[in-house]
């Protein structure tokens, strides 16, 4: 099975899901630092009392107390750390784009990926959700989920490089922004609720005719 008949079996089980859940792309962007070994419902709290405080805008991160941000943020867990990523985010925003979101994630792909890895606490996967989901430009994010899966189906080594797994992706489908973005969720959904780590559901698994981990 091909990586777009597995993307197709994956659409008609679960649906077109909707990536990414945020109101701005500033958003966006505090989730995904605040996703990273958290539950996606402990950072919906983090942001909906970021939301509160009036702090989801890079203004708003740059100006406040680190010591704040760090209470504020407190439900995602790892919030000092968190906290510094943040800052050091929106240092980086102000200190060579004045603060201009949109003319930072207007950079051409190849800079704005480097550039964000070079900052604090933005590793491949969350600059790789950045540059998707906020900028809108085609980089396949690659996470967990995905190398367990397309391990388990044989079409990868399970202890394949991260950035040799975005290129098996980006090789073989359309590089297209909607593609990736709901291949991406597709994959967590998949993750989360079928292939799991331990105790898989691979009887119930959607993908169990083409899959022979089982």
Known sequence: MDLLSVYDVLLEEFGSQGWWPAETEFEMIVGAILTQCTSWSNVEKAVSRLRAENLLTPGGVWDVDVDCLRDVIRPAGYFNAKADKLKAFVAFLYGEYGGDLML??????PVLREQLLSIHGIGPETADSIILYAAHKPSFVVDAYTRRIFSRLGLVDEDIKYDDLKSFFECN????VGLYSEYHA??????????????PL?????LRGVCGFS
Do not use: T
Request: glycine share 10%; charged share 30%.
């Open 173 to 176: 489908i359309p590089r297209d």
């Open 104 to 109: 930072f994630l207007g950079k051409p792909l």
């Open 186 to 199: 597709l994959i967590v959904e998949l993750g989360k609720n079928y292939c799991r780590r331990s105790n």
């Open 202 to 206: 691979c009887g119930e698994c959607p």
